[in-house]
């Protein structure tokens, strides 16, 4: 298995641009989550999703759009990329809650990341 | 709203113990994770607790009290590659028949010989 997987790794963008980052996952997860990371900010969700066809906003969702067409795949668009969308991009993805189990059925495993640059 | 917080920067000698703290202020908790990352890589899953006490795996362990609102991740028999930021992460219930994570903004450890 490949786990979770995330294209581009990197990405150089100029202020406007648009861009699609695609997460895959072969662990028939229902659960996805997009995630940015900032030096001194930690970790902070931005969109996720339950399942096909479903979308939910997290903490960060301005400027960015998500779809989940296909239980395996989750896309996160940036309309128009910002400076301030410079960041690293987590995708991770969980099976639904079940009852109990240490480690949880829940434990979101992340993929590599996607560095974005927006100039 | 969720507020966690843990330390900056630790430093610690290979061979040594080391604590790393966590504390949380949070509504609808339901267990805390910790998650490590090494520099360029992917955060990797740790432990987990969900019930007061301690969870040991090899030369991790992980604390958690839940009135005190409070967890602790300790690393023994520390090794170089031990050297990475390690992450606190709570989880709460959505209402949405699913949970979020809200991450700590993670404690970068550097293990020196």
């Known amino acids: 298995n490949a786990g979770v997987t995330q294209t581009p790794k990197f990405r150089v963008l100029k202020t406007g641009q648009s861009m699609t980052l695609l997460c895959a996952q072969d662990m028939n997860h229902e659960y996805m989550y997009w995630y940015r990371q900032d030096p001194g900010m930690g970790l902070r969700l931005i969109h996720y999703?339950?399942?096909?066809?479903?979308?939910a906003k997290g903490e960060v969702p301005d400027g960015y759009n998500v779809s989940r067409l296909k239980k395996q795949n989750f896309l996160l668009g940036l309309e128009s990329a910002a400076p301030s969308q410079t960041s690293v991009y987590f995708c991770?993805?969980?099976?639904?809650?079940?009852?109990?189990?240490?480690?949880?059925?829940?434990?979101?495993?992340f993929g590599p990341g996607t560095r974005l640059l927006v100039l | 709203g969720q507020n966690i917080d843990q330390p900056t920067e630790m430093t610690a000698t290979e061979g040594a113990i080391v604590q790393i703290n966590c504390t949380y202020q949070?509504?609808?908790?339901?267990?805390l994770f910790w998650y490590q990352q090494h520099a360029g890589e992917a955060p990797t899953f740790l432990s987990y607790n969900v019930l007061d006490g301690l969870e040991e795996k090899g030369r991790f362990s992980s604390f958690l009290s839940r009135s005190k609102g409070y967890s602790y991740l300790l690393l023994k028999e520390l090794q170089m590659k031990d050297s990475a930021s390690y992450l606190c992460?709570?989880?709460?219930?959505?209402?949405?028949?699913?949970?979020?994570?809200?991450f700590g903004k993670g404690t970068k450890l550097s293990v020196i010989p």
């Open positions: 992460a709570v989880r709460s219930d959505s209402g949405a028949g699913s949970y979020q994570l809200t």
């Open positions: 949070t509504s609808g908790f339901n267990g």
């Open positions: 991770a993805s969980s099976y639904r809650d079940r009852a109990g189990g240490n480690p949880p059925s829940e434990t979101q495993y």
């Open positions: 999703s339950v399942g096909e066809g479903t979308t």
